[in-house]
């Protein structure tokens, strides 16, 4: 059987926790209400009523503290958590099933009157307080980690993090995974690899000192090497 149609009330009970119920979510949701109101411009934008469009935008930011251009393109399914900061420019497109957080900006990287923002595809998370700038694109079922700023085009399937945002994971998922916050660390991960090399290479250059007959106050002989492991383990290993 086909799946029941989902409206945007729906959606908030799908993919916020706090609401308790369809009611909850009608009345106090103000990311519903800020793409009710999206909807609302985008339809009066589109038959050249620019000025009333920009008003209900207007008067949609005051009450929702999200401001979406009436010009942005929206696709089904797309969620807003807290709606507070969050800036969609003008030539931003989004897919279906996207989800974002407060705070985040799809901006542009230009003064030209072309396409000059995003384009985010279907079942994308961004988290809070990430910026995306420019005419890129990102990929079907990307993850973008909160506070990140991304100015390069991500491929699908890709987790992304940091500033400059960098590839840190590609997957075959295509859920909505909302956990924005349980990311890698690359900067953790480079530690963790540099401590590891560099115990092996300690390591190495003392067998090669006892070949040669060279003593050292700090050799690690192979007898006690089990023993040593856990001197050898980096401490960042444990943060991660």
């Given at each position: 059987?086909?799946?029941?149609?989902?409206?945007?009330?729906?959606?908030?009970?799908?993919?916020?926790p706090?609401?308790?119920?369809?009611?909850?979510a009608?009345?106090?949701?103000?990311?519903l209400?800020a793409?009710?109101?999206?909807?609302?411009?985008?339809?009066?934008?589109?038959?050249?009523?620019?000025?009333?469009?920009r008003?209900?935008?207007?008067l949609?930011?005051?009450?929702?503290?999200a401001?979406?251009?009436?010009?942005?393109?929206?696709?089904?399914?797309?969620?807003?958590?807290?709606a507070?900061?969050v800036?969609i420019g003008?030539?931003?497109?989004?897919?279906?099933?996207?989800?974002?957080y407060?705070?985040?900006?799809?901006?542009?990287?230009?003064t030209?009157?072309?396409?000059?923002h995003?384009?985010?595809?279907?079942?994308?998370?961004?988290?809070?307080?990430?910026?995306?700038?420019?005419?890129i694109?990102?990929?079907?079922?990307?993850?973008?980690?909160a506070?990140?700023?991304?100015?390069?085009?991500?491929?699908?399937?890709?987790?992304?993090?940091?500033i400059?945002a960098?590839?840190?994971?590609?997957?075959?998922?295509?859920?909505?995974?909302?956990h924005?916050?349980?990311?890698p660390d690359?900067?953790?991960?480079a530690?963790v690899d540099?401590?590891?090399?560099?115990?092996?290479?300690?390591?190495r250059?003392e067998?090669?000192?006892?070949?040669?007959?060279v003593?050292s106050?700090?050799?690690?002989?192979?007898e006690?090497?089990?023993?040593t492991?856990?001197?050898?383990e980096?401490?960042?290993?444990?943060?991660?």
């Amino acid at each position: 059987m086909p799946e029941p149609v989902k409206d945007e009330v729906d959606i908030v009970m799908e993919r916020d926790p706090a609401v308790k119920s369809r009611a909850e979510a009608t009345l106090f949701s103000p990311g519903l209400h800020a793409i009710r109101f999206h909807k609302l411009s985008h339809r009066l934008y589109r038959k050249g009523r620019h000025k009333t469009a920009r008003a209900v935008n207007y008067l949609a930011r005051i009450l929702t503290g999200a401001d979406i251009h009436p010009g942005a393109t929206i696709g089904e399914h797309f969620f807003i958590d807290h709606a507070t900061g969050v800036v969609i420019g003008e030539t931003s497109e989004i897919g279906n099933n996207v989800s974002v957080y407060q705070g985040v900006t799809l901006g542009g990287v230009s003064t030209e009157k072309k396409k000059r923002h995003p384009t985010i595809s279907d079942n994308v998370v961004i988290g809070a307080g990430a910026t995306i700038l420019g005419p890129i694109t990102i990929g079907d079922n990307v993850r973008v980690g909160a506070g990140s700023v991304v100015v390069k085009s991500v491929p699908p399937n890709s987790t992304v993090v940091g500033i400059p945002a960098k590839i840190v994971k590609r997957t075959g998922t295509t859920t909505i995974d909302l956990h924005h916050d349980e990311l890698p660390d690359p900067v953790v991960n480079a530690f963790v690899d540099m401590c590891h090399s560099l115990s092996e290479m300690e390591y190495r250059l003392e067998m090669v000192e006892e070949k040669l007959g060279v003593k050292s106050p700090k050799r690690i002989s192979p007898e006690k090497l089990a023993d040593t492991t856990e001197e050898l383990e980096c401490p960042a290993k444990e943060k991660h």
